[in-house]
């Protein structure tokens, strides 16, 4: 998916799993998103596409009302002018800093671009000693790097909407913000490495360019003279150590460096006119700086061109596979089959808000007869079950969990259901607390034991009162349950 379509995507994905009292964003904005995004793309459009339309949708709708969040989205998309600014800002810094001597004199063993060319060789060795190192991986980003990024984007600014003037709004806005920028630095990271890298490259050639220019262009309006002194260095030791530095810039000129002779002759206060020393001073820079910084530039281009194209999507999540159940099948259906639990109407009425909050609004919803205590032999004689949706066994509070009766009917349930649908466990406390309406200690307890039942069969109990359930409680213990197979507590 590329950079701004999953930017939308994830915005679109903190609004929806951080809104879980749907303040901001309703069940049915949610099932109005999934509905036009697959009318707009149509059924044979993939996956990605679908995703993506559905966000820009969901951002366009929920802007209306609450325009913070696709400002925050805007916020944080990168700009290319930050790039470019730094680059000529460079490049600027690199004409105006520039001195190579005081009062017109070039000192051969001190010139300031001796440092540059310092500093650039050390960079290169540091990136391939951390290259070596991590076998091409990635890598935390330096404070350049980081710097950069900070400039890519601002934060979000605060909700001035009415609908947000809320205590409760405006908590869940700064949440789903927060949550965008956090998930979003995640996932971009190596985006951002690849881009920080092509603009600090870029920048690199661009100071190494304005020292040359600056070179030249004082050369033209001053007459430098070059000279040398040194308290522990004679003729012969300087000149190896600038055939050393200037090779580079004498490869490409062909301006051989001068002689031990020719070196003696402009030692201080003696002096010669530094031309032929600016061009191999410039053709060293040319060389052994703007070349490589613009090569690795373009390597880093082209990574980040690749990655700005197809930035991946955890599409394995719930909270992805959820959206797509709709998309790829129709409408989720979802079969509850309970055992030893005559489930009442009001029972049956919390089970449909949960299907619609967690599943959408168009999921379909089939209620078993219950399986009765100790008849799971012909239980296992209906055969398999129909559909992919998710399997719910529904099981009463009260009951206490045995193993050769609850943990038979859930082994039959296992063999029973296909592979691919996923299996539920709902554990209904509703005729618990009417029971036993005061006793908070006794429903803990009880929790506990069906806890430890189910996870031995590496099963997540989700607890439920399904006379009045706990919407939101409720959508992220399905989550969490449908996210792996390690058990979890979840939510109360």
């Known amino acids: 998916m590329d950079e701004f379509s999953a930017l939308e995507v994830t915005a679109m994905r903190a609004v929806e799993t951080r809104d879980r009292a749907r303040l901001l964003w309703t069940d049915a904005d949610r099932s109005w998103a999934s509905r036009a995004a697959a009318e707009v793309v149509g ?12 966000a820009r949708l969901t ?7 609450h325009p913070s969040l696709p400002r925050a989205v805007r916020a944080l998309r990168w700009r290319p002018w930050v790039g470019w600014s730094i680059v000529v800002g460079a490049l600027i810094l690199g004409v105006a800093v520039d001195r190579i001597g005081g009062a017109q004199r070039v000192n051969l063993l001190a010139p300031p671009v ?13 990136l391939a000693v951390g290259y070596v190192v991590r076998y091409g991986g990635a890598r935390p980003p330096g404070p350049l790097r980081a710097l950069v990024t900070r400039l890519a984007g601002r934060g979000g600014r605060r909700d001035r909407s009415p609908l947000a003037a809320a205590p409760d709004r405006e908590a869940t806005i700064t949440s789903c913000i927060a949550a965008l920028t956090t998930d979003w630095s995640r996932r971009a990271a190596p985006l951002y490495a690849a881009r920080s890298a092509r603009i600090l490259h870029w920048a690199a050639a661009a100071l190494a360019m304005g020292v040359i220019a600056g070179l030249y262009l004082r050369g033209l ?3 430098y003279r070059a000279s040398w002194e040194s308290t522990f260095l004679d003729a012969a030791q300087v000149r190896a150590l600038l055939a050393v530095a200037l090779a580079p810039g004498s490869w490409l000129t062909g301006l051989a460096v001068p002689g031990v002779a020719e070196i003696e002759a402009i030692r201080t206060p003696a002096g010669e006119s530094a031309a032929r020393w600016l061009h191999l001073l410039a ?13 690795l530039a373009a390597g880093a281009g082209l990574v980040e061109r690749y990655r700005a194209g197809r930035l991946p999507l955890p599409l394995a999540e719930p909270y992805f596979q959820r959206l797509l159940r709709g998309f790829r099948g129709g409408p989720v259906r979802l079969r509850v089959i309970p055992y030893s639990y005559a489930t009442p109407p009001a029972a049956l009425a919390g089970l449909e808000a949960i299907a619609a909050r967690v599943f959408g609004g168009s999921a379909a919803l089939t209620v078993e007869a219950s399986v009765a205590y100790g008849d799971e032999d012909t239980f296992a004689r209906r055969g398999g079950l129909d559909g992919q949706g998710p399997v719910i066994a529904l099981f009463n ?15 039959v349930l296992t063999a029973r259901r296909d592979p691919a649908q996923p299996l539920l466990v709902f554990v209904d406390q509703s005729a618990f607390r009417a029971r036993w309406p005061d006793d908070a200690a006794r429903l803990r307890e009880r929790r506990v034991l069906w806890d430890d039942f189910l996870a031995a069969r590496r099963l997540t109990a989700i607890h439920v009162d399904l006379g009045a359930p706990d919407l939101p409680a409720a959508d992220a213990a399905i989550d969490a349950a449908l996210a792996g197979p ?3 507590r979840d939510a109360p």
């Open 43 to 54: 059924e044979h459009a993939d996956t990605p596409t679908f995703i993506a339309r559905r």
């Open 59 to 65: 951002l366009e709708r929920i802007g209306e009302t």
């Open 114 to 126: 001796f440092a540059l060319l310092a500093w650039n060789l050390g960079v290169y060795v540091a």
């Open 221 to 223: 309006a001053f007459e």
């Open 283 to 295: 053709a060293s820079i040319l060389a052994i700086v703007v070349v490589p910084r613009l090569v």
């Open 397 to 411: 509070l009260t009951a206490t969990p045995e193993e050769e009766a609850h943990g038979a009917f859930l082994s």
């Open 486 to 488: 390690e058990p979890e």
